[in-house]
């Protein structure tokens, strides 16, 4: 868990940083650093989404998982709990974004290989270069969210800890379900959600990113039954 813990520490310094700038600069300077975040969020998500070699599990899981997410209101979900921790910890925070910034750094944070592949090294092997590395990289982009979106994005320390952290303590039992396919799927699904989120910032739509969030357990359940089907899937 160690690892994780220097993962939520960069990511609340990074937010730290990145307030500054956001309390600083003028709406039009924050639209800038929101068009950075978008470019930087849509190629990180299209270098994500091209690993897959299931397109037709891709395309079906996204389906089904965002029907579900829907019915679920997943997205609403989290961005209830966003507006409550923004009232018992940020009532001073103006503007609409605290809850934004929570949801898309969680999301971002917490999808990548880096974090599935990462938490299953830390947790059983003991190897925590990888989370490291991200953790370095995750504190780089929260001051980049900060500085557009506000305090909320310090906030997605909590589901790191939570997420990555879990996954790092069920590793050892988790391990042998897990294969290479798998986590290359998984990737590429989490890589359309960032892709989402990139869009989002651009300002060229207003996706309701998290609702799909369980287009991830759809994927897990489409690889498991991949054996049993009477055809290949590519």
Same mark, same amino acid.
């Given at each position: 868990?160690?690892?994780?813990?220097?993962?939520?520490?960069?990511?609340?310094?990074?937010?730290?940083?990145?307030?500054?700038?956001?309390?600083?600069?003028?709406?039009?300077?924050?639209?800038?650093?929101?068009?950075?975040a978008?470019?930087?969020?849509?190629?990180?998500?299209?270098?994500?989404?091209?690993?897959t070699?299931?397109?037709?599990?891709?395309?079906?899981?996204?389906?089904?998982?965002?029907?579900?997410?829907?019915?679920?209101?997943?997205?609403?979900?989290?961005?209830?709990?966003?507006?409550?921790?923004?009232?018992?910890?940020?009532?001073?925070e103006?503007?609409?974004?605290?809850?934004?910034?929570?949801?898309?750094?969680?999301? #971002?944070?917490?999808?990548? =290989? &880096?974090t599935?592949?990462? @938490? !299953?090294? +830390?947790?059983?092997?003991?190897? *925590?270069?990888?989370?490291?590395?991200?953790?370095?990289?995750?504190?780089?982009?929260? #001051?980049?969210?900060?500085? =557009? &979106?506000g305090?909320?994005? @310090? !906030?997605? +320390?909590?589901?790191?800890?939570? *997420?990555?952290?879990?996954?790092?303590?069920?590793?050892?039992?988790?391990?042998?379900?897990?294969?290479?396919?798998?986590?290359?799927?998984?990737?590429?699904?989490?890589?359309?959600?960032?892709?989402?989120?990139?869009?989002?910032?651009?300002?060229?739509?207003?996706?309701?990113?998290?609702?799909?969030?369980?287009?991830?357990?759809?994927?897990?359940?489409?690889?498991?039954?991949?054996?049993?089907?009477?055809?290949?899937?590519?």
């Open positions: 868990m160690i690892a994780t813990f220097v993962n939520c520490a960069t990511v609340i310094v990074g937010s730290l940083i990145g307030l500054i700038l956001h309390t600083r600069i003028s709406e039009s300077f924050k639209r800038v650093v929101y068009v950075g978008g470019m930087i969020s849509m190629i990180l998500g299209i270098k994500m989404g091209l690993v070699t299931r397109i037709v599990f891709m395309a079906l899981a996204l389906i089904a998982g965002g029907i579900l997410g829907e019915w679920w209101n997943i997205e609403g979900g989290i961005l209830r709990f966003g507006e409550f921790l923004k009232k018992r910890f940020a009532q001073k103006t503007g609409k974004d605290f809850a934004g910034g929570f949801l898309n750094a969680s999301v #971002i944070f917490c999808v990548g =290989a &880096m599935l592949v990462g @938490a !299953f090294k +830390a947790g059983a092997e003991r190897n *925590y270069d990888l989370i490291l590395t991200k953790s370095v990289m995750d504190g780089f982009m929260a #001051i980049m969210l900060t500085a =557009a &979106m305090v909320g994005v @310090a !906030f997605s +320390a909590i589901t790191i800890l939570v *997420y990555q952290g879990g996954i790092t303590l069920l590793a050892g039992v988790l391990q042998p379900l897990v294969n290479e396919l798998l986590l290359n799927e998984l990737t590429a699904i989490g890589g359309v959600l960032v892709i989402m989120i990139g869009l989002n910032l651009l300002g060229l739509s207003k996706l309701k990113t998290a609702n799909y969030i369980p287009a991830l357990l759809v994927t897990i359940g489409l690889i498991a039954l991949e054996p049993l089907l009477p055809f290949a899937v590519g």
